[in-house]
């Protein structure tokens, strides 16, 4: 089945310790997506490929960044994680214009 | 710039009682609005969208979502609530564009009572 896969599904890693959150998809979209969502809140995009063109959204911290090496997958690097920073991070791609996103399940994140 | 306003962050109903969460929009330009459930640590599933189509939209599991410009609304239903429909449902918008990323509500947590 097509599907967009994120590894790991949980991540615990110590305050200041980089750390890479992966994502691939079989949908072959040229969109992909990654969304930070902290308990009880509604997901917020950090930023999104539009096939290899990076876009960032304006109050995503300099400390997030991402690497997209092919169609299938991307990555999302936190530097320096703060204790801020434990959420759940959700990949999503999608086709062009369509605006129906496909998530995948998302890998939770534990800052000690 | 578009936003969209979830009202009541929790639900609850009983089993086989209707499901009526509410998704008002505001938006400059003719939106494009979706419905999406989250599961416990799960990622988002899309339920059902609109995109200028047909003003009733039916969806997966039994939903469906009326667009309505004039009160500029986008509730979701279901007749007959079950048990399996527990979880946080999230309204979202979107231009046509496609510049611009979806603008999420903050989400209301349906609890389904037996």
């Known amino acids: 089945d097509a599907m967009v896969i994120q590894n790991p599904r949980y991540q615990v890693t110590q305050f200041g310790k980089p750390v890479t959150l992966s994502c691939s998809q079989t949908?072959?979209?040229?969109?992909m997506y990654w969304y930070q969502q902290k308990s009880s809140q509604a997901p917020k995009l950090l930023f999104h490929y539009y096939d290899k063109d990076f876009n960032n959204e304006a109050d995503t911290p300099d400390n997030f960044q991402s690497r997209r090496p092919n169609t299938s997958f991307c990555f999302l690097d936190i530097r320096s994680p703060g204790l801020g920073d434990a959420a759940m991070y959700l990949c999503a791609t999608s086709r062009d214009r369509d605006r129906g996103k496909f998530f995948g399940p998302g890998t939770r994140l534990t800052v000690l | 710039a578009q936003s969209v306003t979830q009202l009541g962050s929790h639900v609850s109903v009983s089993e086989g009682a209707l499901v009526l969460l509410r998704c008002n929009y505001s938006?400059?330009?003719?939106?494009?609005l979706f419905w999406y459930v989250q599961y416990p640590n799960q990622g988002l599933q899309l339920l059902l969208k609109?995109?200028?189509?047909?003003?009733l939209v039916k969806g997966i599991n039994g939903f469906e979502a009326e667009f309505k410009k004039s009160e500029t609304s986008f509730h979701l239903t279901k007749p007959s609530a079950h048990m399996s429909d527990a979880a946080e449902y999230f309204c979202a918008v979107s231009d046509h564009s496609g510049n611009t990323p979806l603008v999420f509500g903050k989400g209301t947590r349906l609890s389904v009572i037996a």
């Open positions: 609109y995109t200028s189509a047909a003003t």
């Open positions: 949908l072959n979209h040229n969109v």
């Open positions: 938006s400059s330009v003719p939106p494009y």
